[in-house]
């Protein structure tokens, strides 16, 4: 848990180098302000999440305010290791497979929360050292991240092995005796389990620059420069009365290394300051554009972890409270993430006018990033609303003979063989001029050659 001082009510925008870079931004958005969290951050490019417990998803005002605000989803605790593999080798994925079933129902995307942790180890783990402790941690991140491949927006695959104080070095415990490299071990096996999914390192206490955090900035920057697979790295966020000054410093550092940021278990104290402090990392995140989006650990106050300290955005009515405010203005007043750079301009101009509008200056327009591997593969599609804006948009794509689309998160497809086509869902439809959002699916075989063409309505 961190107490951090100084409050920073208020984060300058920073975006001159990203506009100098010719990238499409938006800086504000008033105008078309989404009214619910989700709608708001998939304007911008991002999600918003909530910690879950599936228990409570019949729980009408708990399932209510979930669909209606967020569209990512964690498990509070039915993805850890002492849920999916009680006993050695035999593995439960009840509390992981029903969260999976309601996010695909509710157009969310899902983080996987944790594959190895020194805490939540099942007692059979607990008992093990060595090289049997090393096997049976690798079985377990494969098994696990193999069985929920290609639903996993990103896993945290290690979580909190950093030391707090001022050492910047790992925590002691059984992972860490099993070797220093347990770690990209982990990574790897993920990596290869489910190579869709972002992997992402999470820890606490990492609210600024401090011992900690630049621990992990140094295992991070190792891993990139010696290509072990990481994407990502999670700030838990567990806040106290105040806010580091350097925050979105910290986030950025990270960026510039090559990672995207999230914000994975964000609760604040109550008191005076909570709104301000949602407001301000949320501020934070939007200014980062590698800050890809922001998960609170639980809806209601009453479903937090930490009882009376009424650290969500929802008191225990299910009523907004001045921090949820706080968030949506932010999310709303925040850039969007710049859409990728332009590619190479042709050497040659073209000889005869276009008859048609260049894409995406009236209408819309759709790029995609691959993931592939032998058999299967993860597209990410980013559409770029056109000067007009959008109310609603469709994406075709043509399939390579014997690919096929199996799962598909915010939008809706139809079709999953030849040509295919992917509309908006309803949190994500309306978009301001040059905004953007986000969809992905998976599919078997090959996603070689998709070119993604977008039409606005
Ligand atoms: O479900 C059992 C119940 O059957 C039993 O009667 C009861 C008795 O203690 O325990 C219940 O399980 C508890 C579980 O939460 C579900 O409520 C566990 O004891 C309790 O240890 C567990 O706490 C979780 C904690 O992680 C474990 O370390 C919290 O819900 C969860 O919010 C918290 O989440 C962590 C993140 O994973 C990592 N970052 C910090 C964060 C907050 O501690």
């Known amino acids: 848990m961190n107490h951090r001082r100084a409050l920073r009510a208020a984060v300058t925008i920073a975006v001159t180098g990203a506009l100098a870079a010719g990238m499409t931004m938006t800086l504000t958005s008033t105008a078309s302000a989404g009214t619910t969290l989700r709608a708001s951050a998939a304007e911008k490019g991002r999600y918003f999440g909530a910690a879950v417990a599936t228990g409570k998803l019949s729980t009408s005002v708990y399932a209510t305010i979930l669909n209606r605000e967020f569209n990512s989803v964690v498990a509070e605790n039915e993805m850890k290791w002492d849920a999916t593999e009680p006993q050695q080798g035999r593995f439960s994925y009840t509390g992981g497979d029903r969260l999976v079933s309601h996010a695909q129902a509710n157009g969310m995307s899902v983080r996987g929360h944790a594959l190895l942790w020194h805490q939540q180890q099942p007692g059979w783990a607990q008992g093990m050292s060595g090289s049997a402790l090393r096997n049976a941690a690798i079985n377990h991140v494969t098994q696990v991240a193999t069985h929920f491949r290609g639903k996993i927006h990103s896993w945290d695959v290690v979580n909190e092995a950093f030391a707090?104080?001022?050492?910047?070095?790992?925590?002691?415990?059984?992972?860490?005796?099993?070797?220093?490299?347990?770690?990209?071990?982990?990574?790897?096996?993920?990596?290869?389990?489910?190579?869709?999914?972002?992997?992402?390192?999470?820890?606490?206490?990492?609210?600024?620059?401090n011992a900690k955090s630049t621990g992990i900035y140094n295992m991070v920057r190792d891993f990139k420069s010696r290509g072990v697979p990481i994407d990502c790295v999670g700030f838990q966020?567990?806040?106290?009365?105040?806010?580091?000054?350097?925050?979105?410093?910290?986030?950025?550092?990270?960026?510039d290394l090559g990672v995207d940021v999230q914000i994975t278990e964000l609760d604040v104290m109550t008191g005076g300051n909570q709104a301000n402090i949602f407001g301000a990392v949320t501020r934070a995140c939007m200014n980062v554009s590698r800050c890809t989006g922001i998960t609170v650990w639980g809806v209601r106050d009453c479903d937090s972890w930490r009882g009376s300290d009424n650290a969500l955005l929802f008191d225990c009515n299910g009523n907004k409270k001045a921090a949820y405010t706080n968030v949506l203005n932010?999310?709303?007043?925040?850039?969007?993430?710049?859409?990728?750079?332009?590619?190479?301009?042709?050497?040659?101009?073209?000889?005869d006018p276009p008859t048609t509008p260049p894409p995406g200056t009236g209408g819309c327009s759709a790029s995609v990033s691959l993931n592939s591997w032998t058999g299967g593969f993860v597209a990410t599609v980013k559409v770029t609303a056109g000067s007009a804006g959008t109310s609603?948009?469709?994406?075709?794509?043509?399939?390579?003979?014997?690919?096929?689309?199996?799962?598909?998160?915010?939008?809706?497809?139809?079709?999953?063989?030849?040509?295919?086509?992917?509309?908006?869902?309803?949190?994500?439809?309306?978009?301001?001029?040059?905004?953007?959002?986000?969809?992905?699916?998976?599919?078997t075989g090959s996603g070689a050659g998709i070119t993604p063409t977008c039409t606005a309505s």
């Open 164 to 209: 707090d104080g001022g050492s910047g070095g790992r925590r002691d415990s059984n992972l860490q005796r099993t070797g220093n490299d347990w770690i990209e071990a982990a990574f790897r096996a993920a990596r290869a389990a489910d190579p869709g999914a972002k992997l992402c390192y999470n820890d606490y206490n990492t609210d600024g620059i």
């Open 392 to 443: 609603g948009w469709n994406v075709g794509v043509t399939l390579a003979s014997g690919a096929s689309v199996t799962n598909t998160w915010s939008a809706t497809a139809t079709g999953s063989t030849g040509a295919v086509r992917f509309a908006n869902v309803d949190y994500n439809g309306r978009l301001g001029a040059g905004q953007v959002t986000e969809f992905g699916f998976q599919g």
């Open 237 to 255: 966020s567990h806040l106290g009365t105040s806010l580091a000054s350097d925050y979105q410093a910290n986030l950025q550092r990270f960026a």
């Open 330 to 351: 932010a999310l709303n007043a925040g850039p969007a993430i710049p859409t990728d750079p332009p590619t190479d301009p042709p050497t040659d101009p073209p000889t």
